[in-house]
């Protein structure tokens, strides 16, 4: 089916050259129409649609609404080094990103993602309208730089994207998933939008992020989640929410450069390993609470806080 949609693609972008060929072999536009009307019926039996470089699928629509259900673009056909992505394909409303049917087995279609193992794409853009980008999407698209996200963004995954250094959220992000950013060895720094949920960031959302430097924990944020800055080897200091209330297992195991993180007195639990081969630890805080407790059974050394920043 694929070769139906390099034809179509074919004859919308060079219709001049298509035109002057059917003057030169005076072929009728009536077979030239019933081509592209064999082509669009094609295309409306197959769960698989092509548009101007994109492989999308249409999802099912449960409800009796008789608006067109949102679409999901699975495929870049022609990748480039910046890939600007839409909300609306062939009078679709897109909303999703996910990845193409590569093969059957007993369980069902096997998947790749969208961008999977691209080395290609350094930019994308991706357009106001779009709130999902499924697991794998872009797994190991390993020549990614920078990525813009739009407003409407609800949920998105890049692991293991090992180029990746610019994101910028626009919006109303609210979680940042388990294993999010894992693998992201050259992002240094990212900015946490305030809004996201009290527990926003899950379970290793930034594990293996060798070069991270800097990030901001908003307020909101109550916990820091299982080994969700594991093996950032970069990170050296580190101001907590005002309200986190506990700190999960391995949340900065090998750390090996953290020497500052500053815990506020609403912490209540910190698991036995949080820290694990932070040899560098100091921990500031406010004196008589729970943090120096914690600091003086694990022989972490600690500082009380001069300032309430």
Not at 12 to 38: C, H, N, R, W
Not at 56 to 62: Q, V
Not at 104 to 115: C, I, P, Q, S, T
Not at 214 to 233: L, V
Request: glycine share 6%; net charge negative; with cysteine.
């Amino acid at each position: 089916m694929q070769y139906l949609a390099y034809f179509a693609d074919i004859i919308i972008f060079y219709q001049g050259d298509m035109m002057e060929k059917i003057k030169k072999y005076e072929l009728p536009i009536g077979i030239l129409s019933a081509v592209i009307a064999i082509l669009i019926l094609l295309q409306s039996c197959s769960s698989e649609h092509w548009w101007f470089g994109f492989t999308y699928e249409t999802n099912d629509n449960r409800s009796n609404s008789k608006a067109k259900p949102p679409v999901t673009i699975v495929k870049v056909n022609y990748p480039s080094e910046k890939v600007v992505i839409p909300s609306t394909i062939f009078f679709h409303k897109a909303n999703a990103l996910g990845g193409y049917v590569t093969g059957y087995n007993l369980w069902g279609a096997e998947r790749k993602g969208m961008f999977e193992d691209n080395d290609i794409v350094k930019e994308i853009v991706v357009s106001e309208g779009i709130e999902y980008i499924f697991n794998g999407c872009f797994y190991h698209c390993i020549s990614l730089e920078s990525i813009q996200l739009p407003s409407t963004i609800k949920q998105f995954s890049f692991t293991n994207c090992e180029s990746l250094k610019n994101v910028n959220f626009n919006g109303d992000v609210k979680e940042i998933e388990s294993l999010s950013f894992s693998g992201c060895s050259s992002l240094e720094t990212l900015v946490i939008p305030d809004n996201i949920a009290d527990r926003g960031i899950a379970y290793g959302a930034f594990s293996g992020c060798t070069s991270l430097k800097s990030i901001n924990i908003p307020d909101n944020i109550t916990a820091i989640q299982q080994y969700t800055f594991s093996n950032c080897i970069s990170l050296k200091q580190l101001v907590l929410s005002k309200n986190i209330k506990s700190i999960e297992w391995g949340a900065f195991e090998n750390c090996t450069l953290l020497e500052k993180i500053i815990i506020y007195d609403k912490a209540e639990d910190i698991a036995d390993n949080a820290f694990e081969g932070c040899d560098k630890l100091t921990i500031y805080g406010i004196k008589g609470s729970y943090a120096e407790q914690y600091a003086n059974e694990h022989n972490i050394p600690f500082e009380e806080l001069d300032t309430i920043y």
